[in-house]
């Protein structure tokens, strides 16, 4: 099974280059959207529509997550804390490990440093609307 954080990851970063893809092209091709529609018998607003569509499903299962029903995910923030303190603490005591203290601190700190699942579902969320948007926009 695919590891959520980076599914949910990978899907933030995939949905955050088609947001600046829109951010930036959006009022170049917007004007040609109407034309195009009509050249097209309607099936451009069609595919607009669909894509809203199927953004629209996508917030109703991020929405969906129940993160917190993963259990153990506060006792592993309390256990990257603990094993902060207790190096940082090993450390005085055991200045000629200092080295070896130092790299586990790098990987713990990098691991407490990681971005919750609830503020990646929050930024795709973010992302979301701000697509719904700028389809939307197109339409207009």
């Known amino acids: 099974m695919p590891d959520p954080q980076n599914l949910y990851q ?4 995939v949905l ?13 091709i917007k004007p040609a959207i109407g034309p195009l529609n009509t050249a097209l018998g309607g099936r451009l607003f069609e595919l607009l529509d669909k894509l809203i569509s199927l953004m629209n499903s996508l917030k109703t299962e991020i929405n969906n997550l129940n993160v917190g029903a993963v259990p153990g995910l506060n006792e592993v923030s309390q256990f990257t804390t603990a094993v902060k303190t207790l190096l940082d603490t090993s450390k005085n005591l055991l200045p000629s490990e200092a080295g070896t203290i130092d790299d586990i601190l ?3 700190n990098v691991v407490s440093g990681l971005p919750t699942l ?6 795709i969320l973010g992302l979301i609307n701000d697509i719904i948007g700028h389809l939307n926009n197109l339409k207009s």
């Open 16 to 28: 955050q280059q088609f947001k600046t893809f829109l951010d930036e092209k959006t009022p170049i």
């Open 118 to 123: 609830d503020t990646v579902k929050a930024d």
């Open 106 to 108: 790098s990987v713990v």
């Open 10 to 13: 990978e899907l933030k970063n």
